[in-house]
């Protein structure tokens, strides 16, 4: 007769723990079926413009740049899913209930790789949707190292859309860039923060520039159910040329086109070089309605009839006057 298996290394399932596994899938399964939106663009293309038009839309919340947090991390799950070493497998699995191994059918990679998935779903939801939830949400990235190296453009389809896909399968993404790349890349944003000082010279920073512009455009055109393509020329025209832009966009988003919407659109401030920006006013946060970061933006300064300004003579004060 054989010996019993001793209680503790049994992986009966209790009604309890099934319940509950059970109710941490569903959890899962809701967090990855939200909408959400994820701009992709190149720097100084009026992307702060496009995040505060989607920012209007009722129920919209979409941070602003994350400084490539999210790429960083689909490199470390990326490596995690080639990498994981049997044995952690197995040492994680069985320190699992019974329940959530039942439902992976015992199969210890998908076990921790949906557990991790599941895991970063909830620290996305965290960062850029808190409470009280907005109806939408997303964040805008711009890429800019992997721009100025051609070398890893690439990887922002890969290691960031990919997996931003993997979390939120429903997730659109708009790719937004403008058709005057020259501008862009005369831009002090273009021709300061190489890498060791090293500033290609205005050719070839214009050609890595449109090198990821056209694999933007390439991406958008491939995958119409999930990516659009979006120019600050089109989203601002006023002249009725720009194809629609603005009215596909919101078409891809399944979303009302208002007066109130159309006019904002076409009502973007002038781009200012970030380097004129700092050095003339300075920079001020800017907010959309719901609290979200936006970006940055010039400070606005009144004018004041009252003298004191740069240039101007101080008023004569008289000698023994009362003071205030």
């Not at 399932?13 to 596994?21: E, F, R, V």
């Not at 809701?30 to 909408?35: E, F, V, Y």
């Not at 400084?67 to 699992?96: C, F, K, S």
């Not at 058709?179 to 050719?203: I, K, V, Y």
């Amino acid at each position: 007769m054989a010996a019993a298996t001793p209680p503790s290394t049994m992986h009966a399932s209790t009604p309890s723990s099934s319940s509950a596994a059970s109710a941490s899938s569903a959890s899962c399964s809701a967090i990855a079926a939200l909408p959400c939106v994820f701009v992709v663009a190149l720097g100084r293309t009026g992307s702060t413009h496009l995040l505060r038009l989607l920012n209007a839309i009722p129920g919209y919340r979409l941070s602003g740049e994350t400084d490539n947090a999210w790429i960083y991390l689909g490199w470390w799950n990326a490596a995690q899913r080639q990498q994981q070493p049997q044995e952690a497998v197995t040492r994680r699995l069985a320190t699992a209930t019974a329940a959530d191994a039942m439902l992976r059918g015992g199969n210890a990679n998908g076990f921790v790789e949906e557990r991790t998935l599941c895991a970063l779903r909830e620290l996305v939801l965290l960062l850029h949707n808190p409470l009280p939830r907005a109806r939408v949400f997303g964040f805008k990235e711009i890429y800019t190292p992997f721009v100025r190296d051609p070398s890893a453009t690439a990887e922002v389809l890969t290691h960031g859309v990919g997996f931003l896909r993997r979390l939120f399968p429903r997730a659109r993404f708009v790719f937004h860039t403008r058709q005057n790349l020259t501008r862009a890349a005369d831009s002090d944003f273009w021709r300061h923060g190489w890498p060791n000082g090293l500033r290609p010279e205005h050719g070839e920073r214009l050609r890595r520039i449109s090198a990821a512009a056209q694999l933007y455009n390439s991406y958008a055109t491939a995958h119409p159910e999930h990516a659009m393509a979006t120019t600050l020329e089109g989203l601002t025209d006023k002249s009725g040329s720009g194809g629609g832009e603005v009215e596909a966009l919101f078409r891809f988003l399944g979303e009302p086109l208002t007066p109130k919407l159309r006019k904002l659109a076409r009502s973007h401030l002038p781009l200012k070089d970030w380097v004129e920006e700092r050095r003339t006013r300075g920079l001020v946060t800017v907010r959309a309605a719901n609290g979200s970061v936006l970006g940055v933006e010039r400070k606005r300064t009144r004018k004041s009839g009252g003298g004191g300004g740069a240039g101007q003579k101080k008023p004569h004060r008289r000698k023994g006057g009362g003071g205030g």
